[in-house]
């Protein structure tokens, strides 16, 4: 028989039959907060698809159509689900898109600041010295500031320094990399500590006397083994990016409106507030924070479940 | 003690001046301070004036030391959008924050300890569970979103408390308070707790886990031991333990709460050094971003340093070998 399917097989009851997943099974709030995250995010990829109406297409908005409340709530008009904003667009597709770049851009930060972060943390420890020095002094300052202020700096700064019709097509970019550049300390500090004990390991010692590169000791042999620890803080700062994205595009020196994330939703919202329609800003809020509070239930659980010392 | 205090003044003035530096690089490459600071139909003679006058033509380094001397007395030249000196801005709105931070650190204390206290005490009473959720969420609900929540509630649907500003306001000596007046104080309860709720939480947590741990050591043991009462063994010995910590990571809090001030100031247009940050990173106004940033670093870094030195005068074991920092603290 085909022995592809025999291994998936094998890796399948191998899973089945794991610490994590039985630790998993055991906590129904994790599995709450993993249907959460899972929901939001595959409702997030097929935005395009799933969403009612289009809230970027300004040709189907109407003006008669604003401001109407959600369907359920006398006055509500049920091709509009969770009602309408100001300019007519429905709020349960500008969600659906919102949340689209909302998790675009935290996934996007994390992976930055891992990369950016594993890498510095590995050099640091691996090499020592002068470099160790400088890596983890830079470190020690940017953590000593709160992130939402590193991270209104260096947005300010980029687009100080973009040309103005640049500005419009690289704020997502923008983003990414302000929320990266201000998250990485943590991942490299997790590394490094690691690296520091694996690199007098055996396994590195036999590598080194086979002449292997520095390069590829610390890519192919020590990265393997620091990368667990790696894992759990990246669900956290998840969690962390996409509170910061929100923040910034809150504060109006994010995502733009017309390619508005959970956080400029509520920044709109925000402005409807005074005149009794709380819909446009409470259902993007809600989602924020259901997302937000999943994924840090996740963070939690896979922390302890991968922490020996709670077993 | 006095070489760590040293090393300690020495790190500190370092992170002060790179911080400067970064400052002074955004004054001089972000845009061009001549073209932002002069009127659209300036002469060519008025830019060359200028340019002298702010010392542009200096070789780079002469000029980051006259930024340098400027900044540490206190003048960090003309906003851009207002045309008014930048540490008049600051000085205005310097009050305000530090009324409403000042304000928080109180709530969060005065809160958090006793809820911190008997989550760890009845750890497994239905409150204590209910006190755990509530800060799960308090640590997952944006500040904005909390402060927007509060408004729909308390101003727009009960009418009972101003959504914006700070109320009426009483000057005394410079500094202006709204903690004097009726409308003043309104003003100031949902700002407040909205930039506490984050501190509450964490207070709780901190205090939670640091009884749990001190409330199984020999000293309370033998407190127990020798008869005393429940109360005097939980706050005559084990809070009174738990507390350092606390009193280190509020004050190392205050930074962050200074600029956790910026969203809570934007949500209620409360009138502080946030709010002036904000126009100033909108507007691209440089000199009042760079001062801000000046500004909160120093305020960090004067906190952090005395936090490490009390550490220093409480705790006798980093006296023995503080270059080794075998503590692992």
Wanted: charged share 15%.
């Amino acid at each position: 028989m085909s022995t592809v399917t025999q291994r998936l097989n094998d890796d399948w009851r191998r899973f089945i039959d794991s610490d994590l997943f039985y630790s998993f099974r055991r906590s129904p709030i994790t599995i709450v907060a993993f249907v959460v995250v899972v929901t939001l995010i595959l409702a997030a990829i097929f935005a395009p698809w799933i969403a009612p109406h289009d809230p970027f297409d300004v040709s189907t908005l109407s003006l008669l159509n604003s401001e109407l409340p959600p369907a359920w709530v006398a006055g509500g008009d049920p091709a509009f689900l969770l009602g309408t904003d100001g300019q007519g667009r429905d709020v349960l597709s500008a969600l659906l898109y919102g949340a689209r770049i909302s998790i675009l851009v935290g996934l996007a930060s994390v992976a930055f600041a891992m990369t950016l972060g594993v890498c510095l943390g590995l050099l640091a420890a691996y090499v020592g010295g002068t470099v160790d020095a400088l890596i983890m002094r830079i470190a020690d300052v940017m953590i000593s500031f709160p992130p939402i202020l590193v991270a209104l700096l260096i947005n300010g700064v980029a687009r100080g320094v973009l040309p103005p019709e640049m500005q419009h097509d690289a704020v997502i970019f923008v983003l990414i990399l302000a929320i990266g550049l201000t998250t990485w300390v943590q991942y490299a500090r997790t590394v490094r500590g690691s690296t520091l004990v694996e690199k007098n390991r055996e396994y590195v010692l036999a590598a080194r006397v086979i002449g292997l590169r520095s390069r590829s000791i610390m890519a192919r042999h020590i990265l393997p083994n620091v990368i667990g620890p790696i894992l759990v803080v990246a669900t956290v700062n998840l969690a962390i990016a996409i509170l910061i994205e929100a923040a910034l595009s809150f504060l109006g020196v994010g995502m733009p409106p017309t390619e508005p994330s959970l956080g400029t939703l509520i920044r709109i919202g925000n402005e409807f507030l005074f005149s009794g329609v709380w819909w446009v800003v409470i259902f993007p809020s809600a989602v924020l924070v259901l997302l937000v509070l999943s994924v840090n239930l996740l963070g939690d659980w896979l922390r302890d479940a991968l922490n020996p010392k709670l077993r | 003690m006095i070489a760590f205090l040293i090393r300690r003044l020495l790190q500190g003035a370092l992170v002060m001046l790179t911080v400067a530096f970064i400052a002074f690089s955004m004054f001089r490459f972000v845009g061009d301070p001549v073209t932002n600071m002069l009127p659209q139909d300036a002469t060519l003679e008025q830019r060359t004036e200028l340019q002298e006058r702010l010392g542009l033509n200096d070789p780079l380094p002469l000029q980051f030391g006259h930024f340098v001397t400027n900044a540490v007395q206190g003048d960090f030249g003309i906003s851009y959008r207002n045309q008014r000196p930048v540490s008049d801005l600051i000085a205005e709105r310097l009050p305000a924050t530090m009324e409403m931070v000042f304000a928080a650190v109180v709530l969060s204390l005065v809160i958090g300890i006793p809820m911190g206290v008997y989550t760890a005490l009845r750890r497994d009473s239905w409150l204590s569970h209910l006190f755990q959720g509530v800060s799960l969420a308090g640590i997952s609900v944006p500040t904005f979103v909390t402060g927007i929540l509060l408004i729909l509630v308390f101003s727009v649907w009960l009418n009972w408390l101003p959504s914006f500003g700070r109320g009426d306001v009483v000057e005394i000596g410079g500094w202006s308070t709204g903690l004097l007046t009726v409308s003043g104080i309104k003003a100031l309860i949902m700002p407040v707790i909205t930039l506490s709720l984050f501190q509450i939480t964490l207070i709780m947590r901190l205090v939670r886990a640091e009884m749990l741990e001190v409330l199984k050591t020999d000293y309370i043991r033998f407190a127990r031991a020798r008869g005393l009462t429940n109360r005097a063994v939980h706050f005559g010995h084990a809070l009174r333990n738990t507390l350092m910590p606390v009193i280190t990571i509020t004050g190392l809090q205050i930074g962050a709460l200074i600029a956790f001030a910026i969203i809570t100031e934007t949500v209620f247009q409360w009138p502080g050094m946030g709010l002036l940050f904000m126009q100033a990173v909108s507007f691209v106004d440089i000199p009042v971003m760079s001062a801000y940033l000046v500004m909160v670093s120093l305020i960090f870094v004067v906190i952090n340093t005395i936090v490490d030195m009390l550490y220093f005068v409480v705790d006798p074991r980093l006296r023995v070998d503080a270059g080794k920092n075998t503590t692992g603290a």
